[in-house]
């Protein structure tokens, strides 16, 4: 099991659980616009859950439909971090909120 960033932290962004996180597992680098978790490390402690001022942090098993992508997201980042902006990019794109609503 592993928690998960979604879509609400796309610009916003303020790193508040990369600082409570006990395992050191939650990254966010200049050139990204959310933070991520590293599913291969996260030990489920729920801390980040309790301090995300936007609600953007999940249990992998409690993900809304429309943010199950995130689940791939996060974990894809620590494989390939440019194919990670690119799509989290698309997704904060206006055209896109416009054409997913
Ligand atoms: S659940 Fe705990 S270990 Fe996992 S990312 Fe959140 S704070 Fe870190
Ligand atoms: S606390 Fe929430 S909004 Fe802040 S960086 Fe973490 S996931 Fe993003």
Known sequence: MTFVV????????????????PEDCIVSRLADRISVIDPARCTNCSVCFEVCVVGAIFPQDQVPLES??????????FEDKDATRARVQEIAAPCHRLASH
């Open 6 to 21: 979604t879509e609400a932290c796309i610009g916003v962004n303020d790193q508040s659980c990369i600082a409570a996180c």
């Open 68 to 77: 199950r992508e995130f689940v791939y997201l996060n974990a894809l980042w």
